[in-house]
């Protein structure tokens, strides 16, 4: 007899490959600055008023204006200052970031959890990523953070659709399996659907792929791969226990894993500075 786990998850790729499955948007903020900037009449004061608009999201993105991400040599107080120094495509990157936490909500304490569980998750790596990307001239540090952020998006509509199926939600293990087993494929429709650039796209469709190698230099894929290691050393997730000298992204990146663990010391105060301004 099929299992409830085998006939959702084959059920939910079949809606997934026709078209049927409801996949999240982005929230509305991100999407009018994103019009904006893409408006060749619009000014970086028209993108600033759109922020200001929002006023959780217009304090968030001054905080982040100021951590070290952006290494700013003077204190900036105004979305204006903000949005001007940063640059297109920095705001629209930053922007998406903040507001995706719209995203992670659910109607049910028990999706809550891990909605809040995977954010709380994506946040880390996203810092972390932010962090490992600085030393790469060819990896900009404000992708690297919405790479990180983005990297497991696919399992928010197996989330929102599991509420409807007690028999999966009450039962952790069935719900990891299907989201292991989903989440990527999704997280790339995703992405495409957004228009998110080819980088990100392959974020989501390869992250899980530890042993993946590929020629020419290190990538976003790279980055969140590393980043999701070091967020699992010594914890219990399966991740915790790889040899990390079988990983490729870590050579690709020039990072050494003769040690226990990555040297993060100087990246520390960049990685809790980014977090505290995306929670």
């Not at 982040?64 to 640059?87: D, F, K």
């Not at 972390?128 to 992708?143: E, F, G, R, V």
């Not at 290190?218 to 226990?241: C, F, K, M, R, W």
């Amino acid at each position: 007899m099929e299992s409830a786990e085998t006939s959702f998850l084959e059920t939910l790729m079949n809606d997934l490959e026709n078209d049927r499955l409801v996949l999240p948007t982005l929230p509305e903020v991100a999407l009018k600055v994103r019009d904006t900037l893409e408006d060749d009449d619009a000014s970086m004061v028209d993108v600033a008023n759109v922020i200001t608009s929002d006023t959780a999201l217009s304090a968030r993105l001054i905080q982040i204006s100021n951590s070290p991400l952006l290494r700013a040599s003077r204190q900036i107080e105004t979305v204006e200052a903000a949005v001007t120094r940063m640059g297109s495509n920095m705001v629209r990157n930053l922007v998406t970031s903040i507001a995706m936490e719209q995203m992670f909500q659910a109607t049910t304490d028990a999706t809550d959890r891990r909605l809040r569980a995977i954010w709380d998750n994506s946040t880390q790596v996203a810092a972390i990523c932010s962090a490992l990307a600085m030393p790469h001239k060819h990896l900009q540090a404000d992708q690297a953070l919405l790479a990180g952020l983005v990297h497991d998006i696919g399992s928010l509509p197996i989330l929102s659709r599991v509420e409807d199926y007690p028999e999966i939600l009450d039962k952790a293990n069935a719900l990891d399996s299907i989201i292991d087993k989903a989440h990527v494929k999704i997280g790339e429709a995703i992405l495409k659907k957004w228009g998110f650039s080819e980088d990100l796209v392959k974020v989501a469709a390869e992250h899980e792929n530890l042993t993946r190698d590929h020629d020419g230099p290190s990538d976003y894929v790279d980055l969140v791969i590393v980043a999701n290691l070091q967020n699992a050393h010594e914890t219990e997730h399966p991740y915790g226990s790889v040899d990390w000298k079988t990983i490729p992204a870590f050579e690709k990146l020039g990072m050494s894993t003769d040690i226990s663990i990555v040297d993060m010391d100087e990246a520390n105060e960049n990685i809790e500075a980014v977090r505290n301004a995306l929670l």
